[in-house]
């Protein structure tokens, strides 16, 4: 669907594209909209390879996902609401954009100049808490012979350990593993069953880093250990640090970070080859994980995050 969007949207800049709503790049579906964009480098020259991440505003949920194209183009049909627009590329500083899609329309392409990474100052050494309200905790997988399954996580605790050299800096995560939704009932129920997640007797996923890797920029590996199903698994967070500021509900102190990584499911024990077996129509082998995160500094003034 991007690749064919997106040969469409070029055709109708250089005049030869089929006819299309007003200020639509393409045919739209009944009801929805769409955004694009074209992202440029630091010498304004288009930037293949780039991430964009679509995310809705309610519910912190990945809406659309993709790289752009070797012309720096990316385009993502969406259902009208809100959105926040993250875009990242190698050594470059991320961009983040809000955007509102209202049906039958698609917005004229945004240009998106990621500049050179900077140096960005460390968070300062001491306790920080994941902020709930501004943290989410996202994965997608792909159902078996269907389309991808987007879900999250609600419930979780967290913080990290920042210590004077960062690289000896902890991360812990607990999440409520029954916490688990993907907007459907019946399905939400199943995966937190004993064919799944089994969230009776294995109730939380935990997460407990073992060393902070700098990989340049504002990129970090994050090692650690991933405990869940009653399994332990290594794992490594591909982390993009954004940055601390002064703001939030009370102007405290927080710092922001992206961080993703692809697990494997039968590393932890779920018998995926078991339910086709038995008819039951299971995701692909691998999830996608992804950590979007603000943490507030722990002071004793620091106020408790909202619920």
């Keep these: 669907m991007n690749r064919m969007a997106l040969g469409l949207l070029r055709r109708r800049r250089s005049g030869s594209g089929r006819k299309a709503a007003p200020g639509a790049p393409l045919p739209l579906p009944a009801g929805a909209g769409a955004y694009s964009c074209e992202v440029v480098d630091p010498m304004g020259q288009p930037l293949g390879g780039a991430e964009v991440t679509v995310t809705a505003s309610d519910s912190h949920r990945v809406a659309a996902q993709g790289t752009t194209d070797p012309y720096g183009l990316f385009m993502a049909v969406l259902p009208p609401g809100s959105y926040s ?37 460390l968070p ?37 350990r920042v210590a004077p050299d960062m690289r000896d800096s902890k991360v ?49 590996t994050l090692h650690g250990t991933l405990t869940m199903h009653g399994t332990s698994r290594s794992v490594g967070l591909d982390t993009t640090y954004l940055g601390t500021v002064n703001g939030g509900y009370e102007q405290e102190l927080r710092c922001a970070a992206l961080a993703k990584t692809e697990l494997h499911r039968e590393d932890f024990t779920l018998n995926w080859r078991s339910m086709l077996a038995r008819g039951i129509a299971v995701v692909g082998p691998t999830v996608q994980l992804e950590l979007d995160v603000q943490a507030m500094y722990r002071t004793a003034e620091t106020p408790t995050p909202p619920e």
């Design 85 to 121: 627009v993250m875009v990242t590329g190698e050594g470059l500083t991320p961009a983040r954009s809000d955007v509102d899609i209202t049906a039958d329309t698609a917005l004229p392409p945004a240009r998106v100049a990621l500049l050179p990474a900077r140096q960005l100052e």
């Design 124 to 160: 300062s050494p001491g306790t920080w808490l994941f902020d709930p309200p501004h943290t989410a905790i996202r994965f997608i997988a792909k159902h078996v012979g269907m389309a991808h399954v987007h879900g999250r996580f609600t419930r979780f605790t967290g913080g990290i």
């Design 172 to 220: 812990s995560v607990r999440i409520d593993a029954a916490s688990i939704t993907t907007g459907n009932r019946t399905r939400d129920n199943h995966l937190r069953s004993a064919d799944f997640l089994d969230v009776e007797h294995y109730p939380y996923i935990d997460f407990v880093s073992t060393r902070f890797v700098y990989q340049g920029g504002s990129k970090w």
